[in-house]
């Protein structure tokens, strides 16, 4: 379904525009940075709600707000945008992140350094919407490959004591995946349709190729969305980066730019390389559950606070791969509303945890203890979040994890069960984070101050979204539930039928 008006570019333009503008303010005006930083994020999220708005979640159009024009028709790549329910959820997800993120990162960067800061993240911000909303495989790439850029010099220019490894290897991990998936989407053009629209998703559904082709293809792409997620064994970039990253720029690393390899699983592997997709699957689901314990049982035993949370959100990523190929319907909405839940989730352990560490100048854990005395409202909206991070019931965390489950275990009962240890091992993680951290008795640094106005309309407005998500979720459900849909439809695959009944619908 296309619209009149252009949502999608416009809604991925005005940051960059934003990004030129806070890029170009004279050194006498650095100060005022962030502010129009904040408000070019803000306009372009009451923008992206308008949008949503005339999303119609009863239409039979796979993609909706559908922009398509030629771009190099030689090539068969096309200009296309269009979002369906999954791709509009993270979308609004990542509009709602940016705000936050720029005004929990209000004074992080001081003097003219600041315009570069948040010029860069308005551009990822663009980026971000763009690899959301391209429905086009080459455009979809060519996103893909530009976020490396800001994200590079946010981690490389702005991060830890380590900043220069950790973003060289981001860098290399990424380029390493995305070379390997360039040579798949030319493969894949080479399989499709061809002409001036050869690289349009709906065009490359139901092709037919050779299952040793369909294979080699399938790999491509998933390696580098492996990597993107991050699965274990090429999950090691992302403790590095995320620890040495400014916490806003952990948020959007890990909260929306990793989201890009799992929602890249769903679009390109499952939908368009289905018998693949299902023959990859055994060790697809091995491989979710190594990263779902594995990365568990490494966060309980980290020293460092930031590379702690960076390895549950391998853990959690291990949860969303799970149900993505769980393949059933119960199973894919709770991994795509993983998605999102983990989105802010992170988002307020990363920017919690950088409140603490800018009080107490250490990421070590073992350098705090008893801050709870000394700043309790810090010490409560960390609990919050941690208690969402373990999937505490009445957060938000709860419904994605318990879907997925669910739905996994309908099918594959000895990994559903291997999963659920993961609530287990999330509670130790972060329970044992909290009491070293804020329990015992009184620090000598008794006069810092607790959470400001600031930090607190920031804690506020993350805790009231986990919040609603944990109770009312439906809104959320609703409108992923008929891209899941579709989703399965592509790849071929139903629901087991209830063993708790007979197949029949008889009756004792």
Known sequence: MSSSFPWLTTIGLLPLIGAIVVAALPKAAAASARMVALVFSLVTLVLGIAAAT???????????????????????VSYALGVDGISLSLILMSLVLVPISIFAAWKDVDGPRARGYFALMLSLETFMVGVFAATDVFLFYVFFEAMLIPVY???GSFGGPRRQYAAVKFLIFSLLGGLIMLVAVIGL??????GDQGFLVTNLHG???SATTERLLFLGFFFAFAVKAPMVPVHTWLPDAAAESRPATAVLLVGVLDKVGTYGMIRFCLEIFPNASKWATPVVITLALISIVYAALVAIGQSDM????AYTSVSHFGFIVLGIF???????????????????????????AGFLIARGGSRKIE???????????????????GLSGLALPGMNSFVSEFLVMIGTFSKYKVAGVIAATGVIWAALYILLLYKRVMTGPKPERAAVADLGPREKVVAGALIAIMVVLGFFPKPALDLLRPAVKTTLQHVGVQDPAPTGAAVD????
Request: glycine fraction near 12%; avoid cysteine; charged fraction near 5%.
């Open 367 to 385: 350098d705090y203890g008893g801050w709870q005395r000394v700043t309790p409202v810090l010490a409560g909206v960390f609990l919050i979040a």
């Open 189 to 194: 053009f080479q399989q499709g349709p061809g």
């Open 326 to 352: 769980a393949m059933t319907s119960t199973s894919q909405v709770g991994a795509n509303l993983y998605m999102i839940n983990h989105g802010f989730t992170t988002a307020a352990l990363f920017l919690f």
């Open 306 to 309: 930031m590379r702690l949370i």
């Open 54 to 76: 005339q999303y119609k979640s009863g239409s039979t159009a796979q993609f909706q707000l559908t922009e398509t024009h030629s771009w190099i028709p030689q090539f068969g």
């Open 505 to 508: 619908g008889s009756h004792n």
């Open 207 to 209: 092709l037919r190729m």
């Open 153 to 155: 010099f946010l981690i």
